[in-house]
């Protein structure tokens, strides 16, 4: 079974997609509200790197609470905890970039970040900017920091930024 068999599959079983990227459909769980099913394809080599960071970090509040995570041959499947968008998605609106400003230091000159424009404000940000920086050299990823890539968890005074898909392959 391939990743589309398997879509089609959740398809006919009438659950939901609560959002699409480049390469991956997350949908909600059919029985738990707080959790997001992610399907994803094992050539997206960043986003695995990705998972496998976060699910050894999962102290640091900027990484996304993972649930469940399996491979299955050309795809994979993690859950995590449903995180709520930021409001400001809109082609080349830079704006967003104010939320990352507790977190990182950098001047925003456009909607995606550049690695060397980073400097991390704090111990869970530095924890992430060294992957980041790390997976970029190392292996063949790019930093893909925009608003569809970065969540809130929480509403209101206490909502945390997360960030949920920072590099591309
Ligand atoms: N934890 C989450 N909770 C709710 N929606 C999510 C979550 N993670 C991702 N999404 C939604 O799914 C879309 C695609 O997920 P993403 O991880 O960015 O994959 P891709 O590699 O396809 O870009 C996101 O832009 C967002 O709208
Ligand atoms: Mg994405």
Redesign the pocket.
């Given at each position: 079974m391939d990743m589309y068999d398997y879509e089609e599959f959740l398809r006919s079983k009438g659950i939901k997609v609560?959002?699409?990227?480049?390469?991956?459909?997350?949908y909600q769980h059919p029985t738990h509200k707080d959790i997001?099913v992610?399907v994803?394809g094992s050539y997206?080599y960043g986003?695995e790197s990705w998972v496998k960071f976060c699910m050894k970090n999962q102290d640091n509040p900027l990484v996304?609470k993972i649930h469940h995570h399996s491979k299955h041959g050309s795809f994979n499947i993690t859950m995590?905890?449903?995180?709520?968008?930021l409001e400001e998605v809109d082609f080349c609106d830079i704006r967003w970039n104010k939320h990352l400003s507790p977190h990182f230091d950098f001047e925003p000159r456009g909607k995606f970040c550049w690695v060397s424009e980073l400097k991390a404000k704090h111990e869970h940000a530095k924890q992430i900017l060294k992957f980041l920086k790390r997976n970029i050299y190392a292996h063949d990823t790019a930093l893909?920091l925009h608003d569809?890539?970065v969540?809130w968890r929480g509403r209101g005074k206490n909502r945390q930024l997360?960030i949920?898909?920072p590099l591309?392959s």
């Open positions: 609560n959002g699409r990227g480049g390469y991956g459909i997350v997001v992610k994803w997206d986003y996304p995590l905890e449903k995180l709520k968008p893909d569809e890539n969540m997360v949920t898909d591309v």
